[in-house]
């Protein structure tokens, strides 16, 4: 019998037609807290001493090779199976890029993320990574990773068309600004808290993602049970000496020249909506560039669901 967290788990998660297994409904049951926020809690007491009842969970759950999921959403089992088989293919092509991203002096942390970080990558899903950089070098990073898919057209859109396999980069930050709180739209931001828990760190020579762990507790508020994503040895990039074989170019006036040029370079839409709240931060410790940001629409859809 799965108790209201696990069901309101498996609620969440079906917007993306994922079910779960065991283990993760274990890993990520939301906490009272998050079912508090959609009056799905507890019997709490008024000042008055007496108790309110608050709303049970009437989803209906089954489950099909090990997976659990709404009643009637059986094909999901087969569609996760199958983008399982996609982000695999995928991966493997993240890989060899991170191992190309690593080479600049200034990347300190590359971790796969988004859809496919889930293994829930569509055909036409891009590959999306997380990169950390060292301060005060945030735009020169960005500025060679970008020129460099540029050049070879691997950016998304580079064709005039969506293209499969594209690479990514909407999120940096620097190594000294890893506490994302206040990145939160709702309150719990439930997408935030599995996306930082989900990321998957294929290069972390300085364990970046433990320190990110570290200053980000609130996760626990939202996922009591989340845990670091602990990536297997083969899968992950080796810090060599080879990994620094270039020199640095460190000098301020390039960090600052390289930043005038890539803000003039924004799109208009991005430029409009920088820093107007925190789906587009532009700053010289993070840049990030989630113009679609669906995070509040997520939510919404999820506590319309339990409500009714």
């Known amino acids: 019998m799965l108790n209201k967290h696990e069901k309101a788990t498996i609620a969440y998660f079906d917007q993306f037609d994922f079910p779960l297994t065991e283990a993760e409904l274990k890993r990520w049951s939301f906490s009272e807290f998050v079912l508090d926020s959609v009056g799905v809690g507890l019997n709490k007491s008024s000042s008055c001493g007496?108790?309110?009842?608050?709303?049970?969970?009437?989803?209906?759950i089954e489950s099909k090779q090990g997976f659990y999921f709404l009643k009637g959403r059986e094909e999901i089992v087969e569609i996760r199976k199958q983008r399982y088989i996609i982000a695999d293919q995928k991966f493997q092509r993240a890989l060899k890029f991170a191992k190309l991203f690593r080479l600049l002096p200034s990347v300190r942390m590359i971790a796969v993320c988004n859809s496919l970080a889930f293994s829930?990558?569509?055909?036409?899903?891009?590959?999306?990574?997380?990169?950390?950089?060292?301060?005060?070098m945030i735009w020169l990073t960005r500025f060679w990773l970008q020129a460099f898919l540029r050049?070879?057209?691997?950016?998304?859109?580079?064709?005039?068309?969506?293209?499969?396999?594209?690479?990514?980069?909407?999120f940096f930050t620097t190594s000294d600004n890893l506490d994302f709180n206040n990145l939160q739209i709702t309150k719990p931001d439930i997408y935030l808290a599995l996306w930082l828990?989900?990321?998957?760190?294929?290069?972390?020579?300085?364990?970046?993602?433990?320190?990110?762990?570290?200053?980000?507790?609130?996760?626990?508020?939202?996922?009591?049970?989340?845990?670091?994503?602990?990536?297997?040895?083969?899968?992950?990039?080796?810090y060599t000496a080879w990994s620094k074989v270039f020199i640095p170019l460190t000098c301020?006036?390039?960090?600052?020249?390289?930043?005038?040029?890539?803000?003039?370079?924004?799109?208009?839409?991005?430029?409009?909506?920088?820093?107007?709240?925190?789906?587009?931060?532009?700053?010289?410790?993070?840049?990030?560039?989630?113009?679609?940001?669906r995070r509040e629409e997520m939510y919404n859809k999820w506590r319309k669901k339990l409500n009714n």
């Open 50 to 60: 007496r108790s309110l009842d608050m709303p049970s969970i009437r989803i209906e």
């Open 120 to 136: 829930n990558a569509r055909t036409t899903s891009d590959i999306d990574f997380f990169i950390v950089t060292r301060p005060g």
């Open 151 to 170: 050049l070879f057209r691997l950016r998304p859109h580079d064709h005039g068309v969506s293209i499969e396999d594209a690479i990514c980069l909407s």
């Open 197 to 238: 828990s989900q990321l998957i760190t294929v290069y972390d020579p300085d364990n970046i993602y433990n320190e990110i762990w570290q200053r980000n507790t609130w996760i626990k508020d939202i996922l009591p049970e989340a845990q670091a994503y602990n990536l297997a040895p083969q899968r992950r990039i080796v």
């Open 252 to 293: 301020d006036f390039l960090e600052k020249t390289l930043k005038k040029i890539q803000k003039k370079l924004l799109p208009d839409s991005l430029r409009t909506m920088a820093n107007q709240d925190v789906r587009v931060v532009v700053n010289d410790k993070m840049l990030k560039f989630h113009s679609n940001d």
